[in-house]
Each structure stands twice: as C-alpha cells, then as structure tokens.
C-alpha cells in the first residue's frame, strides 16, 4: 500500500541541534507534497511554535496538517480550522499549581503567543518561550489569568525536582491527565489519553486513510505511540534506546539530514 501521509516529529528529528531545517531537508519535503504526499508536523509544542515551521513547508498550500501539544489540537494549515482538541479540565489547575510551589518548580500555560506565568525569569521559561516564539505574559496569580481554555500546562525545573514532582503527580492522578516528560527539564501536563497515537487516529479518520498508509518519524519518548501505530515507524540515529527498539527503520541523525534521506529513500524521490 503507498504511503500518503508522513507524521514527522520536530524537535530532535526534522530540526537539528540548533533548530533549523537545512535546505536539502525542506527541498525534499517540497517535492514530495508535490507528489501528493501529506504532511502532518506532530510536536508537543503550542501551535504557535510550529506556524514558522508549518509556513516554510508550505503546507497552508499543499493541504497539510498541525498536531500541536502533543496531540491536543489538530490544525488543518490549508484553512486554519481547527479539526479537533481536547482540553485540560482547569479543576485540576490548583493541585498543578500547589505541587509547583512545593517542588520549587515553575508552571505555565499558553494562550496564542503568549506563556502564561508567575515566574518569567525563570530560565527554563525563558528557554521554552525562545524555542516557540512566545511572548511571556507574567501575572501576579496564575490560577486567576487562566481563565480561558487550555490545551497543556508545562512544569519547568531542575531534573531531579522534576522527577520527584512526576511521581507525585502521576501517582496521584493517574488516569486523569496525561503527565509526562518532553525534556529532564519540561514536565508536560494534558488531558487524559492524549498522545500523538490517538490524535493520528483521529486525522487518519477525518482523511480516510488506513494507518498502513501513514509513516511516523520521531526521536522522542512521546513520539514511541506514533512509531507503534503507524503503518511504518522510522526513529531517527540520535534516539534514546529506549525508542530505537520500536523502529522499522533507524534513519541517520536529525545533524545528518535523516528525515531528508528516509523519505527520499521510502518514496523513491532520488
């Protein structure tokens, strides 16, 4: 069956070190949308950290596809119309927030373009916010601004506190929100049964495609459900192990042009 739709993580696997595409990768990219390929980018950030990304692929012309947030909202890039998203539900806000405060650790959520947060000089904000484009908003009280709908929270520290406050969390609300680690120092917080896997899923669906006809890239933890759900997994050279044990296929390094290669390779591009 020929593949249709490439899932193609971010950070890690279609960037390199220093968050760029290199020119022969978005050649590659280009030529193959114009042979009918879809592209969906499907990244753990906000959507306004993909759009420069999502805008150079051209895929508001060739009819691609958004997954931000790691799987809680899809965008159809072609029209801007958001297709599906599930949100946090915010009741759960106040224990995120406490846990925080007792961790020495910081929280934000985002709104458009802006980060949400009591702490903008903390450095991992900082990181998190010039990594996306995001302009940070501090507030005196966060669970007060949050009043409008929220697809993730993300909880920054030191890895060892991070770790400590994983535990807690996941232990205390396990089956109620989907927590995870993005980085040792991004904590990721979003609704129940999101990840990358499900929300393909739902896009397969609404394109009517088979999962035998999509091929996921990735390099990521959170990136493991796509490479197991896809028709084809491809991890990238520099993964964890952990990940490389669920590949079909191991591509050269995101500083190799590893994306450009496989999808040269696989849809016979060359």
Known sequence: MKYKLLAIDL????????KQISPRT????LHAQRCGTKIVIASGRPTHGIAPIANLLRLNEFGGYVLSFNGGEITNWQTGDIIWQKEVNKSY?????????????AIETFNGQYAITETPNDKYIQRQAAINNLTITCVPDFLEA????????LIVGESEKLEVAEKELQEKLQGELGIFRSEPYFLEIVAKDIDKARSLCVLLQHLKLQREELIAIGDGYNDISMIRYAGLGVVMENAMEVVKREADIIAPSNDNEGVAKIVEQLFNLT
């Open 93 to 105: 806000l106040p224990y995120l927030y406490e846990s925080t405060r007792k961790h020495h650790l």
């Open 11 to 18: 950070d890690g696997t279609l960037t390199d070190s220093n």
């Open 146 to 153: 949050v009043n409008f709908s929220i697809i993730k929270c």
């Open 26 to 29: 978005l050649s590659v990219l």
